[in-house]
């Protein structure tokens, strides 16, 4: 299955965090959203970031790897990669931006924001945490 996803993390404590290129980043104790995509194994991909024992290749995987983030809940839909990025333009409006996280490779400030209210956009109808596929 090919997709997009919103990760929703739990951060149980401020920490800074060595985010491979990015350097040391400071979280604050808060929840926060992860927007990624993967065009090859959704499921596999999502599954992966509930692994705390994983080669770190992306910036989320610093992020999921700390003892004190948690992933909480995943929503996914079947979409092209392009609606990563219209995911994050959304999350931007609202959302507290980190800075450059996630966006190797394209033109948005942020994939992971700090939320103020979880605000997952209502075109994301499944939640992986609670469906039977």
């Not at 596999?44 to 970031?49: A, F, G, I, P, S």
């Not at 999350?91 to 507290?96: V, W």
């Not at 994939?111 to 039977?132: C, G, Y």
Request: charged share 30%; net charge positive.
């Amino acid at each position: 299955m090919k997709g997009i996803y919103i990760l929703t993390i739990v951060l149980s404590k401020s920490t800074n965090i060595k985010v491979g290129a990015l350097g040391e980043i400071y979280f604050e104790k808060s929840i926060y959203d992860y927007d990624g995509s993967a065009q090859n194994n959704l499921e596999k991909r999502v599954q992966r970031h509930f692994k705390k024992d994983k080669k770190l290749r992306w910036h989320i995987d610093y992020l999921t790897t700390s003892k004190y983030a948690k992933v909480e809940n995943v929503f996914y839909k079947i979409a092209p990669k392009k609606e990563e990025c219209k995911t994050a333009e959304y999350f931007a409006k609202t959302q507290i931006s980190i800075k450059n996280f996630g966006c190797s490779d394209c033109k948005c400030k942020s994939h992971l924001f700090k939320i103020n209210k979880n605000q997952i956009p209502k075109s994301f109808l499944l939640d992986a945490t609670n469906s039977s596929s």
